[in-house]
């Protein structure tokens, strides 16, 4: 079984300040995806990365995909309480289409 | 705009009623999957589809079964609902490998 491990595991912040999530995997992933949750709702796909070392940036997101495509990175800039909400990294391995979830970074932005 | 629905959103009901969550999508997605998550809690695969008439396990045991007879619904059904079973099902499909997931907005169930 391929494990996905969140660092950390909850975050509390002040509005405008700057925040990294980490997943991290001793497992190679072909793809890794990220995740936000709202209470009461299902998760929304924010970014898919498939290529060792990309970037990709969505507004004050940033998401980076290890050389070895074992770890992801989520960076927020400047955040907002309409950041707030549960942060999921998930990556494809070897079984076709099926993804591991990671156990979730819980974000709070105070205003 | 959902693609993936799930009724009911909430439900409550006693022990040992059999119960039936029902999750549709209308994307033709050929790959369907049950989740099972407590609040701020990691997700947990316990039913997956790959198409018609596929079914498998996930990693989490449950006592639940499903079906896929039609590509567009994906019910889920507990027998004799139990406390244990109070939880939030989340239902999703994707295209295929490397592609995302598409949520529907879960069913909070409470056992009572």
């Known amino acids: 079984t391929q494990l996905l491990e969140q660092s950390p595991q909850f975050l509390s912040i002040q509005e405008g300040e700057n925040l990294t999530v980490y997943c991290n995997s001793s497992?190679?992933?072909?793809?890794l995806q990220w995740y936000r949750q709202e209470p009461g709702e299902g998760p929304v796909l924010l970014v898919t990365?498939?290529?060792?070392?990309e970037v990709k940036k969505l507004k004050r997101l940033t998401f980076q995909f290890g050389d070895a495509r074992k770890d992801s990175s989520l960076h927020i800039t400047a955040a907002q309480p309409g950041d707030t909400g549960l942060y999921l990294c998930?990556?494809?391995?070897?079984?076709?289409?099926?993804?591991?979830f990671g156990q979730g970074t819980i974000l709070t932005v105070h205003p | 705009e959902a693609d993936i629905y799930q009724t009911p959103r909430y439900l409550v009901i006693g022990t040992g009623k059999k119960i039936t969550l029902e999750c549709s999508q209308t994307?033709?997605?050929?790959?369907m999957y049950w989740y099972q998550q407590d609040p701020g809690m990691e997700l947990h695969l316990i039913h997956y589809?790959?198409?018609?008439?596929?079914?498998e396990k996930g990693d989490l045991s449950s006592e639940s079964t499903v079906s896929r007879i039609r590509t567009e619904h994906f019910p889920l059904t507990l027998e004799s609902a139990r406390p244990s079973h109070t939880s939030q099902y989340l239902c999703?499909?994707?295209?295929?490998?490397?592609?995302?997931?598409?949520f529907g907005s879960g069913t909070r169930l409470t056992v009572v």
């Open positions: 999703a499909s994707s295209h295929g490998q490397g592609h995302g997931y598409t």
């Open positions: 497992s190679v992933f072909s793809s």
């Open positions: 990365v498939v290529t060792g070392g």
């Open positions: 998930a990556g494809t391995g070897t079984s076709y289409g099926k993804l591991t």
């Open positions: 994307m033709g997605h050929d790959k």
């Open positions: 589809s790959y198409g018609v008439n596929s079914t």
